[in-house]
């Protein structure tokens, strides 16, 4: 089971945007980063979510798509996501971005999505001040990434990385391929 959900966890960057990511279900989601670990359990990450065209429309011009895709701008309308949760630090719990805490959560809350077969991208490359303009969210609280959900619209393929190149790439059907390197080159054998 947590095989294929992390075989299924991709990062889907189009969406059936017509699609709704119901309230409840992102709420879902948050509760998954919820019950996640958190470093020294401080619990500072705070989530906003959207799932309304207004709201989302705010959103997606502060994030970069797909950097390896060089002549790509990103999804199209009609593409884009249907719903976003924006995680951000609550500075009054703590001062320092706890970087660790932040995977962890993403890493749940897509497999959450994943488990109701949708998909979702986390981004890292995001105006931030802009976003924090559009949404007029409090300087109390810092953007550290979006998460981009709905229902994938692209097919996603694990491929081998051939000759040490790790960038992913789609073929002219627009099939994305994600190189993974093989086990035998990620395991160390060490010799105490």
Known sequence: MIHELISRNRSYRRFHEDVNVDIQTLKSFIELARLTPSTRNLQPLKYIISNTKETNEKIFPTLAWAGYLKD????????????YIIIVVDKNITQSKPEHDEGIVSQSILLGAAEQNLGGCIILSVKRQELAENLNIPEQYEIALVIALG????????????????????DENAVHYVPKRAIDDIILEIKP
């Open 72 to 83: 790509w701008k990103g999804p199209e309308e009609g593409e884009r996501p249907s719903a």
């Open 151 to 170: 229902k994938p619209k692209e097919k996603v393929i694990i491929t081998d990385v051939k000759d040490g190149d790790i960038k992913y790439f789609r």
